[in-house]
């Protein structure tokens, strides 16, 4: 029969590379603590409205990449093509937001029907991170530095972090006019996708990564150009802390990000080593996004970390890591000793807390047992035959080196392996 492959653009995540996503997500926690934030767990699924409504009706997310169907009672759900959503509309919905700022953040899948390539997925993990409640740009500069606290613990080097300003929804407004006259006036120099975009999302024009496109793009309007003071005064602020913090960046006046619901400081961080898709975690302030979904005015800013591409990142020049094989090999011969492997076996991981034991399953002989305690990697094999059962011993074979064999009393196996194996390791 044919067999039934994965969808395409979501990947499993196999064995070999859990321990590498562990190693990030440990990491991550850590850090979110140390600033305060506390793990959210909405679900993957929301009403399709949602989406709508906050990234917006005009983006690629919106427009072409979700994950959108009808329920059974006729409901329109998406799969969550983002977090931010979920997050604020978690925190409108428990009444989260009465006076208080809220430090949040969640790890999970994301999923878009994007073109898949490497570096992009149709699955995909997002660490989420979103302060609710503040309006100053010592927020901003927070999350910053979080961010690159992350990438310091990480041991990662080289990523460098773009900002700019898209002030207000009137400022943004305002310019989106004069950009469109800018525009129009260039149409036929154009490319298909920035033809479509100029009438459904001008300010993505700006991100086209087309080089025909560059030095038109490069003498249109600038957003940053028409801010006004208070949008400004909030930019400058934020760029005199991370200079204090003695973090560097740039000021990139052509970052305009994909979803709709930004105002004011929009950020992203970028590595040159992995190819095209070099954005490796992005974000930003969307002060109106709480009203728009039904909550109380209230500023907010947040960030979203691509996990795969930081594993990508974690992995180059890094042998795969070891996952860790397991300390003891238990094979039982004989129908005694298969009744009794499962208790012995309880009572060991009891005593010896960190030990890894593996017990053989499946019919077999003692040549057959041995052979797949051989091929576990495990350091010691333990054997409870027929003779062992009767004289309440069991035989501890080492697997490595020498291949020595002793007999120990059942009463000093814990004794034993304690010595013979390294439980913290
Ligand atoms: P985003 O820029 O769409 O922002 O996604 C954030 C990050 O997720 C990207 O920088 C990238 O690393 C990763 N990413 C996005 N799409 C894919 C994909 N198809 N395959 C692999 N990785 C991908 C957001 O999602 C906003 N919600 C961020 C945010 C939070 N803004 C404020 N708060």
């Not at 305060?36 to 709508?52: A, C, D, N, S």
């Not at 999923?111 to 991170?129: S, T």
């Not at 100029?198 to 940053?224: C, Y």
């Not at 120990?408 to 194996?421: D, F, G, H, K």
Request: charged share 25%; with cysteine; net charge negative.
């Amino acid at each position: 029969m044919k067999a039934i492959q994965a969808i395409r653009g979501m990947k499993d995540i196999p064995p070999a590379e859990t321990p590498v996503w562990r190693r990030l997500e440990d990491a991550a926690r850590d850090v979110l603590a140390g600033y305060g934030y506390h793990e959210l767990r909405p679900p993957i699924v929301e009403k399709t409205e949602l989406f709508r409504r906050s990234v917006g009706e005009g983006t690629d997310i919106v427009e072409k990449e979700m994950y959108t169907f009808a329920d059974r009672n006729g409901e329109s759900l998406t799969l969550r093509p983002e977090c931010t959503a979920s997050c604020v509309r978690a925190a409108i919905e428990h009444s989260w937001l009465r006076g208080r700022g809220q430090r949040l953040w969640h790890i999970g899948p994301m999923f878009r029907y994007e073109k898949p390539q490497k570096g992009r997925y149709r699955q995909f993990h997002q660490l989420d991170v979103e302060a609710l409640g503040f309006p100053g740009p010592d927020i901003d500069a927070e999350l910053i530095l979080l961010g690159a606290r992350l990438w310091g613990r990480l041991g990662l080097q080289g990523l460098r972090l773009e900002i700019n300003s898209l002030g207000s929804r009137e400022i943004q407004q305002a310019y989106r006019s004069r950009l469109v006259e800018y525009l129009s006036s260039h149409a036929e120099e154009l490319d298909e996708d920035s033809q479509r975009r100029l009438g459904t999302n001008p300010l993505r024009v700006l991100d086209s990564k087309n080089p025909r496109l560059r030095g038109m793009l490069e003498a249109a309007p600038q957003i940053i150009d028409h801010l006004d003071d208070q949008s400004r005064g909030h930019f400058e602020q934020l760029q005199a802390m991370l200079s204090a913090s003695g973090i560097g960046f740039r000021v990139n006046p052509r970052l305009v990000r994909g979803l709709d619901y930004y105002t004011g400081t929009v950020f992203e961080w970028i590595t040159d080593d992995l190819g095209a898709q070099g954005a490796v975690c992005g974000g930003g302030r969307y002060d109106g996004l709480v009203e728009e979904i039904g909550g109380p005015p209230t500023p907010a800013t947040g960030f979203a970390v691509g996990l795969e591409r930081v594993v990508a990142l974690m992995q180059i020049g890094e042998a795969p890591s070891d996952p860790g094989g397991p300390h003891a090999y238990l094979l039982a011969v004989g129908e005694a000793a298969e009744r009794a492997a499962h208790s012995l076996a309880e009572q060991l991981r009891d005593a010896l807390p960190g030990l890894r034991l593996i017990v053989d399953a499946g019919p077999g002989n003692f040549k057959r047992k041995m052979k797949s305690a051989d091929r576990s990697q495990a350091e010691l094999a333990l054997i409870l035959g027929e003779d062992e059962m009767r004289d309440q011993r069991i035989s501890c074979k080492s697997m490595r080196d020498t291949g020595s064999q002793q007999t120990v009393v059942r009463s000093e196996l814990i004794e034993t392996l304690a010595e013979r194996i390294n439980v913290g390791a």
